[in-house]
T-cell receptor, first 112, second 114 residues
């Protein structure tokens, strides 16, 4: 089962541009996390935002959370070719028990 | 390097066979999670162990089983393999019993069933 759905499925931008990815989920959550996966590699944690937080920053990353709309967005500013990867949101909440449920991901390609 | 070690990295086997995937968590982490990643199903949570005990169960088939040993390493056993079991199998670890924190993922074991 997948709780989160990322949008768009794929995104292609030029180096230096900003990339925005969105995640929508279905049930109430405790936390939402974003992970990055380089092709065929393991996932790497980027950022965690709690349900009572609205915005969080980490370096070039900015995450927002709107629990009323059940959605989150990940903004990567001044993108680099090395940001090319798949990005997944993952949520945990009562509905899914003690499980971290991942969305289908957004494939980001940054062209140099 | 996440500190999570998975072996083997690649495995090719035939339908009907049985394989064992191994995971060593980060030093000190008590929780181990197993995920399956395939093109059609995405990342699916299979099972979690915390300090040797099963903590949460996901979409794990009856043909699959797992355990966590006293030294905290974990093994995922896949039996009566079918073509559809071909996937990347990830192990992740964390220091928490719950999922309210960061998971550290290994590089995965790529299973190909022919």
């Amino acid at each position: 089962s997948q709780q989160g759905e990322e949008d768009p499925q794929a995104l292609s931008i030029q180096e230096g541009e900003n990339a925005t990815m969105n995640c929508s989920y279905k049930t109430s959550i405790n936390n939402l996390q974003w992970y990055r996966q380089n092709s065929g590699r393991g996932l790497v944690h980027l950022i965690l935002i709690r349900s009572n937080e609205r915005e969080k920053h980490s370096g070039r990353l900015r995450v927002t959370l709107d629990t009323s709309k059940k959605s989150s967005s990940l903004l990567i500013t001044a993108s680099r070719a090395a940001d090319t990867a798949s990005y997944f949101c993952a949520t945990d909440g009562m509905e899914y028990g003690n499980k971290l449920v991942f969305g289908a991901g957004t494939i980001l390609r940054v062209k140099s | 390097d996440s500190g999570v070690t998975q072996t083997p990295k690649h495995l090719i086997t035939a339908t009907g066979q049985r394989v064992t995937l191994r995971c060593s968590p980060r030093s000190g982490d008590l929780s181990v999670y197993w995920y399956q990643q395939s093109l059609d199903q995405g990342l699916q949570f299979l099972i979690q162990y915390y300090n040797g005990e099963e903590r949460a169960k996901g979409n794990i088939l009856e043909r699959f089983s797992a355990q966590q040993f006293p030294d905290l390493h974990s093994e995922l056993n896949l039996s009566s393999l079918e073509l559809g079991d071909s996937a990347l199998y990830f192990c992740a670890s964390s220091g928490l019993a719950g999922v309210a924190g960061e998971l550290f993922f290994g590089e995965g074991s790529r299973l190909t069933v022919l």
